[in-house]
């Protein structure tokens, strides 16, 4: 018929015959594709949880040694001017401020208990029970730290005194919270052939002027 164009089947079904191999060929190049960056994103995802949570827990931490310190720093020094086998009311406050802190954020306090003998005005206390790792928990309550007023540095998870170089000493309360994490982002860099090293702890730290 005029006007009409004739199509020649055996034409389109070679052209289609010619054609499935180059898709075949283009789906398993992307399928390739896919499984080598699968890798690097489940690294990146994995990384930015991990990293996201880990950053939440020190900020946690080091809001409740804040308040752990504070707490401590306003008692009256008495206590301490009178060693005995109980624990001075100052560093009972300090550790039931971050005992209980820790549970009201859905945190394992692993069972710690506060006992433990000083080193001079500082008390550490440990404990890995209640399901934790053996690295556990450890809180470092110091209530003599001394430190210059120019040029100090930040405490320490120690919570040691600094040399305050021939200057008049600013005294406070010093307290660190070590917390285990579970780092996951170790397993998941090893998808490529990397291995991590990271802190198995994260740790707070804060530091109140004492007051009394």
Known sequence: MIGERMIDKPAIGGWLSFC?????????A?????????????????????????????????????????????????????????????????????DSSLLASKLNDCGVTASGSPTGLTWTFTAHGNGCPAIGLTI??????????????????????????????????????????????GRAASLLGASMILPPQIEGIAVAMNEN
């Open 20 to 28: 499935s191999p180059l898709l075949r060929g283009e789906r398993a």
């Open 30 to 98: 992307q399928i390739v594709e896919f499984a080598v960056a699968l890798p690097l994103l489940v690294v990146f995802v994995v990384g930015i949880f991990d990293f996201s949570g880990a950053f939440t827990l020190k900020q946690r931490l080091t809001n409740i040694a804040r308040d752990a310190a504070r707490a401590a720093a306003v008692d009256p020094v008495n206590d301490l001017l009178h060693p005995s086998n109980a624990l001075p009311q100052s560093v009972m406050d300090a550790f039931q401020t971050i």
């Open 140 to 185: 470092t309550i110091n209530r003599g730290y001394y430190f210059p007023p120019t040029g100090a540095n930040p405490p320490g998870v120690s919570c040691t005194g600094q040399n305050p170089n021939g200057q008049t000493s600013f005294v406070g309360t010093c307290v660190s919270i070590q917390y285990f994490y579970p780092w996951r982002f």
